[in-house]
Structure formats: structure tokens, C-alpha cells
């Protein structure tokens, strides 16, 4: 089967590319006056999963604030799309996020998506040619 395979870092069964990078998050609920801190799942150019420690009252649509100290684009706003319980206990919240649209336009974050979209393509086209040459070897 040609194109990502179970376990690659790229999902792309969505309308954006969904890239499975881990990195600390920093966030903020404004209108609850609260702070914490989690880690990246995955991302894309329009949303992320991540995963935080700190209860909260979640909604959806509640408008949030971040800050990825690894990159330094990373979108400044986004809303809550869905949230649950996850680990024992339901000590955690797993949370998907859209971005705000001006946050998810910035040409900085869009730049940064391509180039580690363009990335895992490379390492993708270099799984394949080394699968079709290895198959070679075995006739």
C-alpha cells in the first residue's frame, strides 16, 4: 500500500494533515482565570490534541490561550471543540482545539506546517523506495 501506513507520523484522513508531534504546551482560560500546562498529541494548521493534568470547566467553544515554547509561531488562540476524561481515573482531560482563523493564517505557522509536512513526505518516499527495493531482493 502506497502513502502513510499505521504507526507514520502524518494523519490524513481529515481536512488538514494532522502531525504527531509531542511538545509542551502552556495554556490559558481567560474567563476562567485559569493557567496550566500539557503536551501536544498532534497537530495541524487548523487545530491540535493535547492532553493536560489541569481540571477545568470545559465547554465547547470556550476560547483559550497557548504557548508552544518550541515554536515560536505556534497559534496564540484557539476554541474548544471537544474534550474527555482520559487516564485512571479521569485524573486528565484530552482536548481538541481549532484555532482561531487568524491565528491558523499566520504565514510564520503556515510556513512551519509545509516544512514539517514536506518532511515527513521525504522520510514517507524513502519507506517506499526502500520497501519496493527490499522486495526486489526477494524474488
Not at 470547566?57 to 509561531?73: A, I, R, T, Y
Request: charged share 25%; net charge neutral.
Amino acid at each position: 500500500m502506497i502513502g502513510p501506513q499505521k504507526g507514520d507520523n502524518v494523519k490524513n484522513d481529515r481536512k488538514s494533515f494532522r502531525i504527531r508531534k509531542q511538545f509542551d504546551v502552556a495554556w490559558s482560560v481567560p474567563e476562567q482565570g485559569l493557567e496550566g500546562e500539557g503536551l501536544i498529541l498532534n497537530i495541524s494548521l487548523t487545530g491540535m490534541l493535547f492532553v493536560t493534568d489541569r481540571l477545568f470547566d470545559p465547554k465547547h467553544g470556550l476560547s483559550m490561550g497557548f504557548s508552544v515554547e518550541q515554536v515560536s509561531s505556534f497559534p496564540l488562540k484557539g476554541d474548544l471543540v471537544w474534550f474527555r476524561r482520559v487516564g485512571e481515573g479521569g485524573t486528565h482531560y484530552q482536548c481538541g482545539v481549532k484555532f482561531s482563523k487568524e491565528s491558523s493564517c499566520s504565514p510564520q505557522w503556515v510556513k512551519w506546517m509545509e516544512g514539517n509536512i514536506l518532511k515527513l513526505a521525504d522520510v514517507e518516499d524513502s519507506r517506499i523506495l526502500d520497501r519496493y527495493l527490499n522486495e526486489g531482493q526477494e524474488s
